[in-house]
């Protein structure tokens, strides 16, 4: 489903990310994890072209990503993303927020759009919030909303950077209910988190990565218990026996 | 001081007051009406990614910002007028509107600027356009932060198409000169044009605070 093909990017003399490649078939899901500055965010944000890679090739579902022929608006309404910090348009109430692009970029008709958004909305626990701006709900309930903004493009794979660590501890439960819910659905997801039950407990594979680099691909039985590299053992025991 | 006011100045010549007003704000109106699209255009290339969009809008700002607004009058009446016949009337409006033009493309471009980088982010990434994230996420946020200082920038305007008296427009300053040349009536003449300017300016003032009201978010 996404296939990542020696990619690099630098800013300046610094390279962010180096000879990354990586295979995510459908229906699975992969972590990301690893040291802050080691290029995760990066990763996830070059899979939907929100950054630009300099060498390399993504395909997502076939179509090339970084190629200036693709059409990039296209390749984006199938590929949902949910930030850290929500980014929920503030201006626009829930219902409004989740049906915008369908409305206005898939065409689909106004009401059928917003039926299909109270129906995202309610089966994530926000029925009664379809009419509330992004100000007047919590951070978990933001995260909850942002992704029905992303599946209500029906996307053939989520992309999370992050979703929770910007969440008060009591909401992340939340969150990550909203996301298991997701990964029993079948679809394919890559997580970028810093949630280690979460990602041994849902995730197909965990990608470790360090320094731009990924430093090891393995099940999640695998990479907790027996870490390969010494990058990997020494992350581990920084976030594990704190 | 031995001063006797007569006010008895302002009825008799009322209706010319009236007829000096009344192109104050068919002027005012006119130059806002074209300086707002003129200002929006122009911010947007100012932040527009293509390098000689943006330059063209910079130059324009730049250069009608940094001239006097008296001086732009007497150069599009003077000179513009003699490749393109505009007359007084245009020539004031025009003048009106692009300087003004220029301001409010500033406070555009500061409004969509303030706008955090992660609303385009996520328009874009749910498959909008670049136009369409735009106009439905970045210039309605923008629309909301830049009405107090386009009430400023409105408010300016009226009160600068005073100015257009030098090019013999008969605006309310205009008529009001004349007034006070026949009748030497400075004080009462003066000071109900004051009035009358203060009470355009005062209500475009309360007209953008209700707006700012009907349109505040909780954030």
Known sequence: MIKITNVNKSYGSHQVLSNIDLEIPESQIFALIGPSGAGKSTLIRTINALEEIQEGQIVVDGISVHDKNTNINQLRSEVGFVFQNFNLYPHLTALQNVSYSPIYVKKTPKKEAEARAVELLTSLGLGNKVHSYPG??????????????????????????????ALDPEMIKEVLDAIRKLASTGMTMVVVTHEMGFAREICNQIVFMADGKIVEVAPPEQFFTQPQSDRGKDFLNKVLNH | MDYSMDWSVIPQNMESILEGLWLTLQISALALLISIPIGIFAGLCRVSRNRFVSFLATSYIEIIRGVPLLV????????????????????????????????????????????????????RSAGMSYATAMRLIILPQAFRKVLPPMASQFIILIKDSSLVSIISVADLTLVGKNIVGNTFRSLEVWSFIAILYFLMTFIISQLIRFLEKKYKVAE
């Open chain 2, 72 to 123: 732009l009058l007497l150069w599009i009446y003077f000179v513009l007028n003699k490749f393109m016949h505009l007359g007084s009337y245009w020539s004031a409006i025009l003048g009106l509107a692009f300087f003004s033009g220029s301001f409010i493309a500033e406070i555009v471009r500061a409004g969509i600027e303030s706008v955090p980088r992660g609303q385009m982010e996520a328009a």
């Open chain 1, 136 to 165: 007047q709900l919590s951070g978990g309930q933001q995260q909850r909303v942002a992704i029905a903004r992303a599946l209500a493009m029906d996307p053939k794979v989520m992309l999370f950077d992050e979703p929770t660590s």
